[in-house]
C-alpha cells in the first residue's frame, strides 16, 4: 500500500495539462494534479485513463493521521452507544434479582434486571431508540448540507449525547430505581441519545471520505520506481471498510456493560459508556481545526421538488416506461422544446443544470435501492428483545444473556481484516469480478440463514423448556440446550453486515450529489427506522407460545428480498461506472470552463493594461 501525503489537499485543485515533458514517457500524454508535485512525481499525480487500470497494478492508499482520529471517534461513539443499547433490554424487561437494589444478581441462572415491564414494554423502548436514531439523521444530515456543515451538525450532536449519558446514569441510581422515576429518566435519555445520534451518525462517514485527497483514480511513482494505480473505489471500500471494522471494535463495550450490571449494578453499567463517550469529546475539539471541512452548499429540496414538478407534467407514464421521464426536466431538453422558464406564465427562471437532474435521479434511485434493507435489517436483530428472551430461557450458566449478541461484533471484527487483507486482495490478482450486486445478496441471505437457525433453536428451547411453550418467564427453571448456541446466529448475521452494509454505506456516499452526501445517508439509516418501526407494530405479538413464527415469517420475507434484488441489479456495476464517467466529463467540462474564464478574464486584463500604458 501506498501512503497519502499527510498535508490535505487545497480545496481546489491545481491541474495542469502534460507539456510533453513528464519526467516519463509512458506518462507524457497525461494530465496532472499539481497539488501533490514531489521529488518522485515532479509534476504531480497523474490522472489516470481507463486503460491505464490494465498497465499498471492497482493498489489502495492510507488516509492521513486525522483521519485514524475520527475512526477513534466512531469506536468510542458507537462504543457508548452499544454498551447502552445492548443492556436496556433486560434494564427494562426484567425485574430487580431478589435481594438486589441495584440489578445485580445472586444466582448463576439469573440475569439482571430493574425495571420489570417484560418483553412487549423491552421491546417498545428499546425500538423507540432505534427507531428514533434512524429517523433523527434525516434532520441532522439536512442541515450539513444545507446550514452548518458537518462539522458543526456533529458537534451539536456529541453535546447532546452527552447530556443522554449523564440521564441514563441517573435513571440506573437504586433511589431512583425504588421510587419508580427510573422510567421518566430512561425516556428521555432515549430520546436525546436519538437527537445525538441523528447529528453524528449520517455526517461522520461522510467527513471521513471527505478527506480522502483524489476525486479520481491517479497514478503514482513510488520510490522502487513503480508506477501505480491508485484505485480510488477500491479506497473508498478500504476506508469503509475499517469505518465499519471501528464500530464493532467499539460495540466490545457492550461485553464489559453487561457483566457490569450482572455483577455491580446498572448505576457502572450505565457510567461506562458515559466516560467512554468523553473520548468522543475531547477528539472532536482536538481534530477540530486539522479536518478538511467542505462548506454547506445550501439546500437541494427546493430544486428537487421542481425538477419533480417538470418532471410529472404532461404524459408522464409514457417517459417512465420508455425510461425518459428525468430527461425530460433536462433545462436543455426544455428550451429545445421551448420552455425557457420554470413557469412560462411568470417568467420564473430554471435554476438547474442537467447534472443536477441527473444527481436527482441517481439519488431516488439509491432510496429505492435502499429499501431492501428494511428486510436485511428485521433478520439482523430485528426481534432481539426476542433473542435475548431466547437465551434468558436456555442454559447460561452464569454467562449474562445479553451477552451473546456481542458475538456480532466478534465475527465483524474477525472477519473484515480477512476480507480487507486476504479474500479482496486475491480476487483483484486474480481478477476475479465479485461485483457489490454479489456482495449485497450474499449479505442477505446470510442473513436469512440465521434467522432460520433463531426459528429452529426457539422450537427446540420449547420442547425442552420445563414450562413447555411457556419458556422465557419459566420459573421452574431452564432449557438444558446451551445459551451458547444463539452464537451461530449472531455470527451469520454479522458476517452478513460485512458484505451487505460495507457496500450500502459506500454506495450511499459515492452515488450522492455533492450537495446532499449526509442526507443521502440518513436515507439509508431511515431504512433501520421502518424496520424499528415494523418490529415495534408486531412487539404485541413477541410473547410465548408464539416466538418461532416471527423468526420464520422475516427469514421467508428477507428470501424474497434477496431473490428480487439480485434479479433488479444485477448490472449496478456498469449503472455506477456510467455515473462516474458522467460525473467526471461533468467536473471536466465545469474545469475547462473555470480555465476558460481564467484566461479570458487575464486576457482582458492585460489588453486594459496595454491601453492604459499606450494612453500614458
Not at 436527482?360 to 429499501?371: A, G, K, N, Q, R
Not at 466478534?410 to 487483507?421: A, K
Not at 451458547?484 to 457496500?503: K, N, Q, S
Amino acid at each position: 500500500m501506498s501512503g497519502f501525503d499527510e498535508k490535505l489537499p487545497a480545496k481546489n485543485l491545481v491541474i495542469t495539462e502534460s507539456t510533453g515533458d513528464s519526467g516519463d514517457n509512458e506518462l507524457a500524454d497525461h494530465d496532472f494534479i499539481g497539488e501533490y508535485a514531489d521529488d518522485l512525481n515532479p509534476l504531480g499525480l497523474a490522472i489516470a485513463k481507463p486503460d491505464d487500470k490494465h498497465r499498471y497494478r492497482s493498489v489502495s492508499t492510507r488516509p492521513p493521521l486525522v483521519c485514524y482520529l475520527i475512526l477513534l471517534v466512531e469506536f468510542a461513539e458507537r462504543g457508548s452507544y452499544y454498551g447502552t443499547q445492548g443492556i436496556l433490554n433486560n434494564f427494562i424487561m426484567r425485574p430487580l434479582p431478589e435481594g438486589s437494589t441495584t440489578g445485580r444478581v445472586f444466582h448463576d441462572n439469573d440475569s439482571a434486571g430493574a425495571l420489570g415491564m417484560g418483553i412487549p414494554a423491552a421491546n417498545g423502548l428499546t425500538m423507540l431508540l432505534q427507531f428514533m436514531a434512524y429517523v433523527m439523521p434525516l434532520f441532522g444530515g439536512y442541515l450539513a448540507d444545507a446550514k452548518l456543515g458537518k462539522f458543526k451538525a456533529i458537534m451539536i450532536g456529541v453535546w447532546i449525547g452527552l447530556l443522554s449519558h449523564i440521564l441514563f446514569v441517573i435513571a440506573a441510581i437504586p433511589s431512583v430505581i425504588a421510587q419508580g422515576h427510573a422510567v421518566v429518566a430512561i425516556v428521555f435519555a432515549i430520546l436525546s441519545l436519538s437527537v445525538g445520534t441523528g447529528f453524528i451518525k449520517p455526517n461522520l462517514l461522510p467527513l471521513l471520505l471527505d478527506q480522502y485527497p483524489y476525486r479520481c483514480d491517479v497514478l503514482q511513482k513510488l520510490p522502487t520506481g513503480e508506477v501505480v494505480y491508485v484505485d480510488r473505489n477500491r479506497s473508498m471500500e478500504t476506508i469503509t471498510m475499517t469505518f465499519y471494522w471501528s464500530i464493532n471494535i467499539g460495540a466490545f463495550l457492550e461485553i464489559a456493560t453487561s457483566y457490569s450490571a450482572r455483577d455491580v449494578g446498572y448505576w457502572l453499567a450505565f457510567l461506562c459508556p458515559g466516560i467512554m463517550y468523553l473520548i468522543v469529546c475531547i477528539i472532536m475539539v482536538i481534530t477540530g481545526p486539522r479536518l478538511r471541512k467542505e462548506d454547506p452548499q445550501g439546500s437541494i429540496l427546493t430544486n428537487v421538488c421542481k425538477v419533480l414538478r417538470v418532471c410529472f407534467r404532461g404524459n408522464f407514464l409514457k417517459r417512465l416506461t420508455h425510461k425518459e421521464f428525468w430527461h425530460y426536466a433536462y433545462p436543455t431538453n426544455m428550451v429545445a422544446r421551448g420552455e425557457k422558464f420554470f413557469v412560462e406564465k411568470k417568467s420564473k427562471p430554471i435554476t438547474w443544470t442537467d447534472q443536477d437532474v441527473t444527481d436527482f435521479h441517481i439519488t431516488f434511485s439509491s432510496c429505492v435501492m435502499f429499501l431492501y434493507w428494511i428486510f436485511f435489517n428485521l433478520n439482523d436483530g430485528g426481534l432481539g428483545s426476542s433473542l435475548n428472551a431466547q437465551a434468558g430461557a436456555m442454559t447460561t450458566k452464569n454467562v449474562p444473556n445479553d451477552l451473546f449478541n456481542n458475538f456480532n461484533q466478534i465475527t465483524i471484527v474477525v472477519l473484515i481484516p480477512i476480507l480487507n487483507r486476504i479474500v479482496y486482495p486475491l480476487l483483484y490478482k486474480y481478477h476475479i469480478n465479485f461485483k457489490i450486486t454479489y456482495k449485497i445478496f450474499l449479505g442477505f441471505m446470510l442473513g436469512v440463514i440465521s434467522s432460520v437457525v433463531a426459528a429452529i433453536l426457539q422450537w427446540r428451547v420449547y420442547e425442552t423448556s420445563p414450562c413447555g411453550y411457556y419458556a422465557s418467564d419459566c420459573e421452574k427453571g431452564v432449557s438444558p440446550i446451551s445459551a451458547w448456541f444463539d452464537v451461530i446466529v449472531y455470527a451469520l448475521v454479522a458476517a452478513g453486515e460485512c458484505f451487505c452494509y460495507t457496500e450500502a454505506y459506500e454506495l450511499a456516499y459515492t452515488r450522492a450529489p455533492e450537495k446532499s452526501k449526509g442526507l443521502v445517508m440518513a436515507l439509508f439509516l431511515l431504512m433501520n427506522a421502518f424496520s424499528a418501526a415494523i418490529s415495534e407494530a408486531v412487539s404485541g405479538a413477541l410473547v410465548d407460545p408464539w416466538l418461532i413464527y416471527p423468526f420464520a415469517a422475516i427469514a421467508i420475507a428477507g428470501f424474497i428480498a434477496a431473490v428480487i434484488f439480485l434479479i433488479s441489479y444485477w448490472n449496478l456495476d456498469k449503472i455506477i461506472h456510467a455515473e462516474q464517467e458522467a460525473k467526471e466529463k461533468s467536473r471536466k467540462r465545469e474545469d475547462d470552463e473555470k480555465k476558460l474564464s481564467t484566461t479570458n478574464s487575464i486576457r482582458t486584463a492585460a489588453e486594459v493594461a496595454s491601453v492604459t500604458s499606450i494612453a500614458a
